[in-house]
Nanobody
């Protein structure tokens, strides 16, 4: 059974940093692309960052240059380093995994194509 567990969320001041971790189990992690998503109150969930099986990354415009996604193929973890946080970054953050069907050749998967999701970790940024 696939399981994704996020950790590292919390409350910080604007300008500070947080590092999120997503621990994966129950599926072949190294064959899956991974993503971080977030959902703020009253808003739709949005993709934040994506990492493919080779470590190639993609970011939303709103976090480009401030957030860094990475993966550890030994620990089956992904990470999201978030710097220069803003109040607009306040949201529940989710990690997700997408399998080989849509994880290939530079394709950026749609949210609906992800196979597994974590329960989320809350990030609150106060101005």
């Amino acid at each position: 059974q696939a399981l994704l567990v996020e950790s590292g969320g919390g409350s910080v001041q604007s300008g500070e940093s947080l590092a999120l971790t997503c621990t994966s189990s129950g599926f072949h992690f190294n064959a899956y692309c991974m993503g971080w998503f977030r959902q703020a109150p009253g808003k739709e969930r949005e993709g934040v960052a994506f990492v493919d099986i080779n470590g190639g990354t993609s970011y939303s415009v709103s976090v480009q240059g401030r957030f860094t996604i990475s993966r550890d193929k030994v620990k089956n973890n992904i990470y999201l380093q978030m710097n220069s946080l803003r109040s607009q970054d306040t949201a529940m953050y989710y990690c997700a995994a997408v399998g080989p069907t849509y994880c290939s050749g530079g394709y950026l998967p749609r949210e609906s194509e992800y196979n597994y999701w974590g329960q989320g970790t809350q990030v609150t940024v106060s101005s």
